[in-house]
């Protein structure tokens, strides 16, 4: 059989320029000895998992860390797939958390283009070397032809795939071939294996250590019918031409290792370094399950930015799931970067990261404790131009009187700060009692109608915006006194049932009247933030209601 002839009628590309020109054109990295070509290799489906941060996030350590690079490649074979915009939201979504690409899809870049289906050339120069060399052949079965044989393995138990004998059109003769394509009939290219199931060896993973790995015997397909490659195909050569040296990607990867292993081989390339992480699980009661797309809206990035959530807080959270290590490391060095921390691929989990949300947002609400009321202002407003709605927009517009009520809500300048934000959405309808346009409160009180419309009608003719604190607290004590609450809380221990209550609930009925929440900062000052004209209002406002 003339497999030169063969391979020129099976894939007419007249880009194809010698093996020899690919080698050249993508050259060795010029690299210190050590340093790590990684990647992220998406497809463009326009959802960005939080499983791609989670990658994005080691591979950017481990090559910034070694002094390599690390590169964006779009896998965008299945058109089907593919989202306009799809890239920007990959962009968008890393930046947002702190991880930028060197170079890569829409970046610079010497080793592009970054698009699989632009790079289709190269593929098709080294699918017409294998068929040359005769470790790759055409085939013309159909999905119904797929299918029998399909059927056939599941009714004998036998290995599912095209292989041996099932590989019908492994060993076509010369004539059926050209049969077959004056016939009209579409044809994929398929790897012709060398592998047998029955040998094994031990293979070397970067996260996971050694582990047992069986050749592959499968005929997999390389390049489809409209010649554009398989993930298989592509991500070999891409790997090889853009130079990369570390691979970390799912464990769903690990039942195709032997495929891979087997096409560098045949393609007379060096195998990079393969690191298999586990996939983020969660809680579903007493079950652990990967956390899903479907089912779990903190499966997305987007949920975490439509939240509100610090970048920091994020990646914090994130650094803890990927390196057993960084939470120690955190505890010893309380006020360094996280970006000082040593990330190792060697202490990556070897079973699956369980994501907790109650963890994340315990970080979310240190890592807010360290903003000032300024930066607090700025994240929030942006979070508000971008997801809120027109009324908490308009939080934000009156920058002084915002950052007055952040610093109070987040214990600025206090002893201790307070620890009651954990995200924008959160913390913008925890400080919404602030704001006339959002003051929508139930009342709900402990006491009888009449005891606390006394009280709130007795303490409104004595307020006094002029007042300081401890003038303001001794007019609440007097009110107190005067409806029969005492003042003295050992006396009120010691006896609750000779006293209608404490200065504590008359405290209480107050601020429920000031705000409609029975709990909140500090009262005084609400109502000092607030100011005199709007505390008599809501005062007067909390009086008509009963």
């Given at each position: 059989?003339?497999?030169?002839?063969?391979?020129e009628v099976?894939?007419?590309?007249?880009?194809?320029?010698?093996?020899s020109?690919?080698?050249e054109?993508?050259?060795?990295?010029?690299?210190?000895?050590?340093?790590e070509v990684?990647r992220?290799?998406p497809?463009?489906?326009g959802?960005?998992h939080?499983?791609n941060?989670?990658?994005?996030?080691?591979?950017e350590?481990?090559?910034h860390?070694?002094?390599?690079?690390?590169?964006l490649?779009?896998e965008d074979?299945?058109?089907?797939r593919?989202?306009?915009?799809?890239?920007e939201?990959i962009?968008?979504?890393?930046?947002?958390?702190?991880?930028?690409?060197?170079e890569?899809?829409?970046?610079?870049?010497?080793?592009g283009?970054?698009?699989?289906?632009?790079?289709?050339?190269?593929?098709h120069?080294?699918?017409?070397?294998?068929i040359?060399?005769g470790?790759?052949?055409p085939?013309?079965?159909?999905?119904?032809d797929?299918?029998k044989?399909?059927?056939?393995q599941t009714?004998?138990?036998?290995?599912?795939?095209?292989?041996?004998?099932?590989?019908?059109?492994?060993?076509?003769?010369?004539?059926?071939?050209?049969?077959?394509l004056?016939?009209?009939?579409?044809?994929?290219?398929?790897?012709?294996?060398?592998?047998?199931?029955?040998?094994?060896h031990?293979?070397?993973?970067?996260?996971?250590?050694?582990?047992?790995?069986t050749e592959?015997n499968q005929d997999?397909?390389?390049?489809?019918?409209?010649g554009?490659p398989?993930?298989?195909?592509?991500?070999a050569i891409?790997?090889?031409?853009?130079?990369?040296?570390?691979?970390?990607?799912?464990?769903e990867?690990?039942s195709?290792?032997p495929?891979?292993i087997?096409?560098?081989?045949?393609?007379?390339?060096?195998?990079?370094?393969?690191g298999h992480?586990?996939?983020?699980?969660?809680?579903?009661?007493e079950v652990r399950r990967k956390?899903?797309?479907r089912?779990?809206?903190?499966?997305?990035?987007?949920?975490y930015?439509?939240?509100?959530?610090?970048?920091?807080?994020?990646?914090?959270?994130?650094l803890?799931l990927?390196?057993?290590?960084f939470?120690?490391?955190?505890?010893?060095n309380?006020?360094a970067?996280?970006?000082?921390?040593?990330?190792?691929?060697?202490?990556?989990g070897?079973?699956?990261a369980?994501?907790?949300?109650?963890?994340l947002?315990?970080i979310?609400?240190?890592?807010?404790?360290?903003?000032?009321?300024?930066?607090a202002?700025?994240?929030?407003?942006?979070?508000?131009?971008?997801?809120?709605?027109?009324?908490?927009?308009g939080?934000?517009?009156?920058?002084?009187y915002?950052?007055?009520?952040?610093?109070l809500c987040?214990?600025?300048g206090?002893k201790?700060?307070?620890?009651?934000?954990?995200?924008a959405?959160?913390?913008?309808?925890?400080i919404s009692y602030f704001?006339?346009?959002?003051f929508?409160p139930?009342?709900?009180?402990?006491f009888?109608?009449?005891?606390?419309?006394?009280?709130?009608?007795?303490?409104?003719q004595?307020?006094?915006y002029?007042?300081d604190?401890q003038t303001?607290?001794?007019k609440?004590?007097?009110?107190?006194?005067?409806?029969?609450?005492?003042?003295?809380?050992?006396?009120?221990?010691?006896?609750p049932?000779?006293y209608a209550?404490?200065v504590?609930?008359?405290a209480?009925?107050?601020?429920?009247a000031?705000?409609?929440?029975?709990?909140?900062?500090?009262?005084?000052t609400?109502?000092?933030i607030l100011?005199?004209?709007?505390?008599?209002?809501?005062?007067?406002?909390?009086?008509?209601?009963?």
């Open positions: 059989m003339d497999l030169n002839k063969l391979a099976l894939i007419p590309d007249e880009n194809v320029k010698p093996l020109y690919y080698e054109r993508y050259p060795e990295r010029t690299l210190e000895k050590g340093a990684t992220l290799a497809s463009p489906t959802f960005m939080i499983g941060l989670y990658v994005a996030l080691a591979n350590r481990i090559a860390q070694s002094g390599g690079a690390f590169y490649r779009i074979t299945d058109e089907k593919k989202v306009e915009g799809a890239v939201v962009h968008s979504s890393l930046k947002y958390f702190g991880v930028e690409f060197d890569g899809a829409d970046l610079c870049g010497e080793y283009p970054y698009y699989q289906r632009q790079r289709a050339e190269v593929y120069a080294y699918a017409k070397e294998l040359r060399k470790l790759a052949y085939c013309f079965c159909g999905e119904e797929l299918e044989i399909r059927q056939h009714e004998n138990k036998l290995l599912p795939g095209y292989y041996g004998e099932f590989a019908r059109c492994r060993n076509l003769s010369e004539e059926e071939i050209y049969e077959n004056k016939a009209g009939k579409p044809y994929v290219i398929r790897l012709r294996s060398q592998g047998d199931v029955e040998k094994k031990t293979f070397r993973d970067a996260i996971k250590g050694e582990i047992t790995v592959n997999v397909v390389i390049l489809k019918s409209d554009i398989t993930y298989h195909f592509a991500h891409d790997d090889h031409f853009m130079r990369t040296t570390l691979v970390i990607r799912g464990e990867w690990l195709s290792l495929i891979h087997e096409l560098f081989g045949v393609l007379g390339f060096k195998l990079p370094r393969y992480n586990c996939s983020i699980q969660k809680m579903d009661g956390l899903s797309k089912k779990d809206p903190e499966a997305s990035l987007t949920f930015r439509e939240q509100g959530y610090h970048k920091k807080a994020v990646k914090t959270y994130m803890t990927l390196n057993s290590n939470e120690e490391w955190q505890m010893k309380p006020t970067a996280i970006e000082d921390f040593k990330y190792s691929i060697g202490k990556m070897k079973s699956g369980l994501f907790d949300i109650v963890k947002n315990d979310s609400k240190s890592v807010f404790a360290t903003l000032s009321e300024r930066e202002y700025e994240f929030l407003k942006a979070w508000a131009e971008e997801y809120g709605n027109e009324t908490q927009k939080y934000y517009k009156d920058e002084e915002a950052c007055k009520v952040l610093a987040m214990g600025v206090g201790k700060r307070r620890k009651d934000f954990y995200c959405a959160q913390a913008t309808e925890f704001f006339d346009e959002s929508a139930t009342y709900e009180y402990r009888d109608r009449a005891t606390v419309k006394s009280i709130l009608q007795a303490f409104k004595q307020y006094s002029a007042d604190m303001w607290f001794e609440v004590k007097a009110v107190a006194t005067a409806h029969g609450f005492t003042t003295d809380m050992k006396a009120y221990k010691a006896d049932t000779a209550g404490s504590a609930d008359v209480e009925i107050l601020r429920i000031t705000t409609g929440l029975a709990n909140t900062p500090d009262l005084w609400i109502m000092q100011g005199e004209e709007r505390t008599l209002a809501r005062l007067e406002k909390a009086i008509d209601s009963l």
